[in-house]
T-cell receptor, first 114, second 109 residues
Framework: IAGITQAPTSQILAAGRRMTLRCTQD?????MYWYRQDLGLGLRLIHY???????GKGEVPDGYSVSRANTDDFPLTLASAVPSQTSVYFC?????????????FGPGTRLTVL | GQNIDQPTEMTATEGAIVQINCTYQ??????LFWYQQHAGEAPTFLSY????GLEEKGRFSSFLSRSKGYSYLLLKELQMKDSASYLC??????????FGAGTTVTVRA
């Protein structure tokens, strides 16, 4: 693995189903983030984690949950998917939270909820 | 929270200069980022400004005025590969990046 990866690349999901989007980084970054990107709205922060074992809510957390059991992995779970959660989801990481620490983005997961 | 405004679209000719403006209203402002995003790809980092002034990095420069809540990204000697969306993002406190909707730049031959 080099950098940050996400799986799956794309998914079509029936409403009401549970779904976990996976994110893994091998850069030993402390901070990780989940964003969704919708046309005309830009990237919006869903949840974040400043270090392993801690998580926090971003701008649009409702309907999503995260966990950070170790440094490398930061899965995003939709407990019961709804059509409004159709979006492109990006995971990102940075060495530390804040300051000049640039965020590195994964390739994204395109999710369609029908 | 933050309110980030930037133009939706800009068009320029190969070899020209384009300036993308960004205004922000924020509490706990801790710096401003610019990212580039090609269609269907992930955003990639271009620049970070926390102090007033101009930061130059090759063909790209970024400017910040904290007192005016204003930044711009300057792209010089435009190339076809510069056709992309450019995202302005304000850092609030230590962790929260708030992104604008992005400016789609189209470079024409």
């Amino acid at each position: 693995i080099a950098g940050i990866t996400q799986a799956p690349t794309s998914q079509i999901l029936a409403a009401g189903r549970r779904m976990t989007l996976r994110c893994t980084q091998d850069m030993r970054h402390n901070a990780m983030y989940w964003y969704r990107q919708d046309l005309g709205l830009g990237l919006r922060l869903i949840h974040y984690s400043n270090t392993a074992g801690t998580t926090g809510k971003g701008e649009v957390p409702d309907g999503y949950s995260v966990s950070r059991a170790n440094t490398d992995d930061f899965p995003l779970t939709l407990a019961s998917a709804v059509p409004s959660q159709t979006s492109v989801y990006f995971c990102a990481s940075s060495l530390l939270a804040g300051g000049s620490n640039e965020q590195f983005f994964g390739p994204g997961t395109r999710l369609t909820v029908l | 929270g933050q309110n980030i405004d930037q133009p939706t679209e800009m068009t320029a000719t190969e070899g020209a200069i384009v300036q993308i403006n960004c205004t922000y209203q924020t509490s706990g402002f801790n710096g401003l980022f610019w990212y580039q995003q090609h269609a269907g790809e992930a955003p990639t980092f271009l620049s970070y400004n926390v102090l007033d002034g101009l930061e130059e990095k090759g063909r790209f420069s970024s400017f910040l005025s904290r007192s005016k809540g204003y930044s711009y990204l300057l792209l010089k000697e435009l190339q076809m590969k510069d056709s992309a969306s450019y995202l302005c993002a304000g850092l609030e406190d230590d962790y929260k990046l708030s992104f604008g909707a992005g400016t789609t730049v189209t470079v024409r031959a």
